[in-house]
């Protein structure tokens, strides 16, 4: 009988430069209906606290085990390389895949991602009072006197957004950029004032679950824990030698959140609009499969960026400098 570790990683700091690996028989969870295979796609997973939230009629926790050593990156580390991707850039197609990432993860400062939020569902979502609060929630965030001492004074930054259907066509694009090299994404627990609790719960993405786990539900007994051990994140990393040359990720936690908006409310605030990036992920590729293809040919395009030694690179981070040093030269002078 194989012996199995369930992973604990909800906080853990920053994996910047390496890629994070995971041993075999270590568990995952997630609730999952019968409609669609659930490893065919990108998939989220996670903790099974977490993963039982999603429990509800005509659906099943499912618990998967990895079958082989899975490597996976820091979303952290994920969104400075992105932020770098940008500045490769040849030219101005990968723009809107950009602007999705960013939106999704943060990656501009919280004037530019309140505006792209405006741009993205000022007209799809003008009826809706969700729209009307998450706004609320940017600018009393923006206008708050009690301003979290690690920040940039001068301009907060943005901050991650689980809204899910940007969520899912984000996942698209990240599967095309990162999926040939590594198997997947894991994030701790981030923080985000438009969740209960202020935080987004960790998650893992696979990319192509089918290679990476197995379900093993029918052949493992949560309650035995006779053959079932618990890992820390931490642990890996310690053995793992990973060099942790970062800045921890701070919490905040004493804030009342009013408003849920995807994932699963339990506090009084509950909602009707309750989205599960899963289905939603399986829904989108079989309704909207003109936009999968976009969406891939957004991330094949920062790839190819990359690695396409052939075309020539403009070091736009550069050429802004140089322009702002000539323009003061010119000013000055």
Not at 307 to 316: A, G, I, L, Q, T
């Amino acid at each position: 009988m194989n012996s199995y570790s369930i992973l604990e990683f909800k906080h853990f700091p920053s994996i910047l430069g390496q890629s994070i690996t995971l041993d075999e028989n270590i568990l995952f969870f997630k609730a999952h209906g019968t409609k669609y295979n659930p490893l065919e796609r990108p998939s989220f997973f996670g903790e099974i606290d977490n993963a039982s939230k999603y429990l509800k009629a005509g659906r099943k926790l499912g618990v998967f085990s990895t079958k082989k050593k899975i490597k996976l990156l820091d979303i952290r580390y994920v969104c400075q390389i992105i932020n770098d991707l940008i500045l490769l850039r040849q030219d101005n197609t990968v723009i809107i895949g950009y602007m999705t990432l960013a939106l999704s993860f943060g990656l501009v400062s919280l004037y530019k991602q309140l505006n792209l939020y405006k741009n993205r569902y000022t007209s799809t979502l003008k009826d809706d009072k969700r729209y009307e609060k998450i706004i609320e929630y940017y600018n009393n965030y923006e206008k708050s006197t009690e301003k979290y001492f690690w920040q940039n004074p001068i301009e907060l930054q943005g901050i991650r957004i689980g809204e899910t259907n940007n969520d899912v066509e984000s996942t698209i694009i990240l599967k095309e950029i990162f999926g040939n090299f590594f198997d997947g994404i894991i994030s701790p627990v981030i923080f985000s004032p438009y969740f209960d609790e202020n935080n987004i719960p960790n998650e893992i993405l696979l990319f192509e679950p089918s290679n990476c786990v197995n379900e093993v539900e029918n052949i493992i007994n949560l309650n035995n824990k006779n053959n079932i051990t618990s890992i820390s994140i931490k642990d890996i990393i310690k053995n793992n030698n990973i060099n942790l040359f970062s800045v921890p990720y701070f919490m905040k936690s004493n804030e009342e959140t009013y408003f849920q908006y995807g994932g699963v409310s339990y506090k009084k605030n509950k909602i009707d609009y309750i989205y599960d990036k899963n289905d939603l992920l399986n829904t989108y590729y079989e309704n909207n499969k003109k936009q999968v293809k976009e969406l891939e040919k957004q991330g094949k395009k920062f790839k190819k960026n990359m690695f396409d030694k052939n075309s020539k690179k403009e070091d736009y981070m550069f050429l802004r400098n140089e322009k702002l040093e000539t323009d003061i030269f010119i000013r000055y002078v």
